[in-house]
């Protein structure tokens, strides 16, 4: 009888074709839907590694990014430590670099100077740990607590979607002729109000169930949220001209201390890779000069923008915790959903994920993926800022490593939630966590914006 993963692994491997959606009952955990995660992610990374040459490839578009060829190998050298090493035992295969794609050791800024694999070595490196990875993804015990549910395979899909992420940020950051491109995503369908209200009373917070789900994700604990009422859809283009237009960006009294110096060190005038032409403004997105979209969520602005907007809009920035009992709590049964419309894996009906479209989707699309309490596009489209610090949940656990998120817990990061275009559905559901500091602009990130609502 042929090995299970012998078809699979030539797909894997050897194909460049463009993912996207998510894989049958990737929540469940188990091999199969570690397969598929893996594969899926794969056909990613080489999407985007393929688009460019192997100048492009090695070089350095950005100071807030590595060269894509170091993203290349370090999500194979990290799949071979977990995976090969930690789960298989196996000798290592190029124990001389792991210093060299330890993300920790090295900021993003001195990587090229590293005596980083070339292109075609990462390529063959991520090729010949793969074909290991699914030869071992079969034999793995399933009494371990690293491999109880594939849970390390679904790590590590996790971990080379949300390096396909910063990859597709790289992209954005690059100068030169488009080398990517997507269909446009589907357009809003019906008028909607400004914003929905969420009553008071406690709901479930993070999950203890999810067989993939990260440290920072867990234990589910309860707690109490005030009334409030949230924007149904993020921010949109045209509103935050309506922000600049009013001089948001002139002035103080909208702005913290720190973003106000930020803004100014910075000569902030406008998101990120929006440029001025004449009264309009036009935007840059992956090498194709447009028209800012009026109609489209807000992407590539800073914590410290969103919280000014919020507050020239006599407004605030969500807590994480009313941001997810919008996105989760299913008032009907008083339980949490693990996705905003319920328990079905995510669809193009559902949301915009995957990299299938290279843009978010008008606000008011997908009418499908909406909560119980009507807030649509909770999932995909843009990150979304909250007002939250990162910090762990009550009864937090570093597993299985503490450089995930024990390390970055403190005041210098924000939380933002909901995920983005660019994230994948196997790592993009309710209870999950992103964060990154408040300046930063690289990121597809937007807001939407909160108020008291009193008691209800």
Not at 56 to 79: C, F, G, N
Not at 188 to 203: N, T
Not at 258 to 271: D, I, K, T
Request: aromatic share 10%; net charge negative.
């Amino acid at each position: 009888m042929p090995h299970p993963h012998t078809d699979r692994r030539a797909g894997a491997a050897g194909s460049s074709a463009s993912g996207g959606g998510a894989g049958a009952a990737e929540g469940a955990g188990g091999t199969e839907d570690a397969w598929r995660a893996l594969d899926r992610a794969r056909r990613r990374t080489q999407l985007l590694t393929d688009a460019v040459d192997d100048a492009d490839l090695t070089r350095q578009h950005s100071p807030l990014m590595s060269p894509l060829v170091w993203d290349l190998a370090h999500i194979a050298s990290q799949e071979e430590i977990w995976l090969l090493r930690g789960v298989g035992g196996h000798e290592p295969l190029r124990p001389e670099i792991d210093d060299l794609y330890d993300a920790f050791r090295h900021p993003r800024a001195s990587r090229p100077q590293l005596p980083l694999l070339g292109p075609a070595e990462a390529r063959t490196y991520a090729r010949d740990v793969r074909g290991r990875v699914l030869d071992l993804l079969d034999q793995a015990p399933g009494d371990d607590p690293l491999t109880r549910d594939a849970f390390a395979f679904g790590m590590i899909a996790q971990h080379e979607q949300q390096h396909d992420e910063t990859m597709l940020a790289t992209h954005q950051l690059r100068a030169g002729a488009p080398v990517i491109d997507a269909p446009d995503p589907p357009a809003a369908v019906d008028l909607l109000p400004d914003e929905v209200v969420v009553p008071a009373g406690a709901f479930t917070m993070g999950t203890s169930t999810h067989p993939w789900a990260l440290d920072n994700e867990r234990p589910a604990h309860r707690v109490e949220v005030a009334a409030f009422a949230l924007d149904t859809t993020p921010v949109t283009c045209g509103a935050y001209l309506r922000f600049m237009d009013d001089g948001g960006y002139d002035d103080p009294r909208l702005w913290t201390a720190e973003g106000w110096a930020h803004r100014e060190r910075e000569g902030l005038e406008a998101p990120g890779f929006w440029i001025r032409d004449g009264r309009d403004w036009l935007r840059r997105r992956f090498g194709v000069l447009e028209p800012v979209p009026a109609g489209e969520p807000v992407v590539h602005v800073s914590w410290y923008e969103a919280d000014a907007f919020a507050r020239w809009a006599g407004r605030r920035l969500p807590t994480e915790a009313e941001w997810e009992k919008a996105a989760r709590h299913d008032p009907a049964t008083d339980t949490s959903r693990t996705y905003p419309w319920g328990e079905e894996e995510p669809t193009a009906e559902h949301a915009n994920l995957g990299q299938r479209h290279l843009r978010p989707a008008a606000a008011g699309a997908y009418p499908a993926g909406a909560s119980a309490y009507g807030a649509r596009q909770m999932l995909g489209d843009v990150w979304e800022w909250t007002s939250s610090d990162f910090a762990g949940y009550p009864g937090f656990a570093a597993w299985p490593y503490r450089e995930y998120s024990e390390v970055f817990f403190g005041g210098d990061y924000k939380v933002l939630r909901g995920g983005s275009f660019g994230a994948d559905a196997v790592a993009c559901r309710g209870t999950f966590r992103n964060w990154d500091y408040p300046q930063r602009r690289q990121i597809f990130a937007g807001f939407r914006t909160a108020r008291d609502a009193g008691p209800h």
